[in-house]
């Protein structure tokens, strides 16, 4: 586990850019604001890997606002998407494709290499897996649309209840590689079948559903 930042260890005037290069190092470049001074920041934000491309990230602020945009993308940047839990508080997204709201106890789907425009209401607590598209092996159309509707599922209470425990489990494994590499082997085939289980009709869903079994068992 690493603590990537503690703001109250930030001099006042640099917070702003002390998370927006916390957070660019973690998924992609990524641009942080808060609409509250910048001497009542309260930011927290731990990171634990978990395999060879994954790691789960968690953040708690105050009133933190993140933006980025497509053209912000570096040559060699890879495709990510994160996987988040809402512990607490509210989230909201504006993204090309419109806007939602997610709320505590939600668990949501983002396309980080895209364009979005984020904020938690006031305080938040959240924790991303971060995965590759890759990683995921399922069409990038099927998991855009899929992700869109997770609480349609049958496997999203079980997915849900893993994730809101990740954290917990990924600090408590933090000191065994093999082992974390184990549980993000797991998340991400938990991933896969949870947005396959939205689609049970289509080939390739049903194929990822049957891959994830023991794992979901």
């Not at 996987?83 to 949501?108: I, P, W």
């Not at 904020?119 to 992700?147: K, N, Q, R, W």
């Not at 093999?178 to 194929?207: C, M, Q």
Request: net charge negative.
């Amino acid at each position: 586990m690493a603590l990537l930042i503690d703001t109250t260890n930030v001099p006042a005037g640099k917070r702003n850019d002390a998370i927006s290069s916390v957070l660019s190092g973690a998924f992609l470049p990524t641009r942080a604001s808060h609409d509250v001074p910048d001497e009542l920041i309260n930011n927290k934000t731990h990171s634990w890997t978990m395999g060879p491309r994954n790691d789960l990230v968690r953040i708690r602020d105050n009133a933190l606002r993140l933006s980025r945009a497509a053209s912000d993308n570096r040559p060699g940047d890879r495709e990510l998407f994160a996987m988040t839990y809402q512990h607490r508080g509210t989230s909201y997204f504006l993204e090309d494709n419109g806007a939602k709201v997610e709320r505590a106890g939600t668990l949501f789907m983002q396309d980080v290499t895209c364009g979005f425009e984020f904020a938690f209401g006031a305080e938040g607590d959240i924790s991303s897996f971060v995965m590759t598209h890759a990683d995921l092996g399922l069409p990038y159309a099927f998991v855009e649309t899929a992700s869109r509707r997770l609480e349609s599922s049958s496997l999203y209470r079980l997915v849900r209840a893993d994730f809101a425990r990740l954290s917990h489990a990924a600090r408590d494994l933090s000191e065994d590689e093999k082992a974390a590499g184990l549980l993000a082997a797991a998340t991400v085939s938990l991933t896969r079948a949870l947005l396959a289980s939205t689609d049970p009709d289509n080939p390739r869903a049903r194929e990822a559903i049957e891959d994830a079994l023991p794992d979901t068992i």
